[in-house]
């Protein structure tokens, strides 16, 4: 519903989405002549840029440029690699501010125009949006493209607390490396982070509740990276899934239990459920 007094602005495009998909199409329809309105509660990047491909990517750079030291093989190099976690992730924390400021160039440059804040589509043609600081505004539009993105599952009975149950956000956002972690889920985050880890010397277990890791690849790939994790140390139950979790000496109990009633108990620093 409009409130009295409101100014109603018109625009070709609204956006609703700062992340790789809306950008890109803000700055492709600016290009085409249309006046846009690119609308992100938070600043423009999205998952891709802040909780997902780039630190990721990031992060599995460093991790593989330590296990490349520690596992030179049978070339005749020996070397040993000592690493401060929290400045690997200072690294990272630059990298991202530096695309940060290349997309806010591209969407200045373009012509886009950018609201920090959250909008409500009210009709077909007709946006709410809730700016930062609390200010409302009408607009009205010729098409709307909206490309909110996804947000990290949380699997029954584990929610997410932040410390001992975490998503992948939070994974990628730890400064300290830890000792043992369970991973639920063997999709591509879930092998990804886990390999990374791995590399930085953590103990990971992953639950799976099919009978492969990767569903979604072709077996012939997949055999390869399976290899590769079991030369890692990594350990994979499949046929698997948790039932609880519980804390026990600041760590984490998990229970799970396979396809013919064998229950375990797997104790780790921290539990990521990498669901996809």
Request: proline share 4%; charged share 25%.
């Amino acid at each position: 519903m409009m409130v009295m007094g409101d100014i109603v602005t018109g625009c070709d495009v609204i956006v609703i989405g700062g992340g790789p998909g809306g950008y890109s199409a803000a700055i492709r329809a600016s290009q085409l002549g249309k006046d846009v309105i690119l609308v992100d509660r938070y600043d423009l990047g999205g998952a891709c840029l802040y909780r997902g491909c780039i630190p990721s990517k990031t992060l599995i750079h460093a991790a593989n440029l330590i296990f490349d030291i520690r596992n030179p093989g049978n070339i005749g190099i020996k070397g040993s690699v000592e690493f401060d976690y929290g400045k690997i992730q200072q690294w990272r924390f630059e990298v991202v501010k530096r695309l940060k400021g290349g997309i806010e160039h591209l969407c200045k440059k373009y012509g886009v125009h950018v609201i920090k804040g959250v909008a409500i589509l009210e009709s077909s043609d007709k946006a709410r949006i809730t700016a930062q600081d609390g200010m409302t505004s009408t607009y009205e539009f010729g098409n709307a493209i909206i490309a909110t993105g996804s947000h990290p599952q949380e699997f029954p009975g584990l929610p997410f607390d932040g410390k001992l149950v975490i998503n992948s956000n939070e994974a990628l956002g730890l400064m300290k490396v830890p000792d043992d972690l369970v991973i639920i889920g063997a999709g591509y985050i879930g092998v990804e982070l886990g390999t990374m880890f791995a590399k930085l010397g953590t103990r990971v277990r992953i639950v799976q509740r099919s009978s492969r890791i990767l569903t979604r690849f072709d077996p012939e790939v997949v055999e390869v990276v399976n290899q590769k994790m079991k030369k890692m140390g990594i350990e994979i139950y499949y046929n698997s899934r948790p039932e609880a979790v519980r804390p026990e000496n600041d760590k984490a109990i998990v229970t799970i239990n396979d396809d013919k009633g064998n229950v375990s108990e797997l104790a780790a620093d921290k539990v990521l459920v990498a669901l996809e």
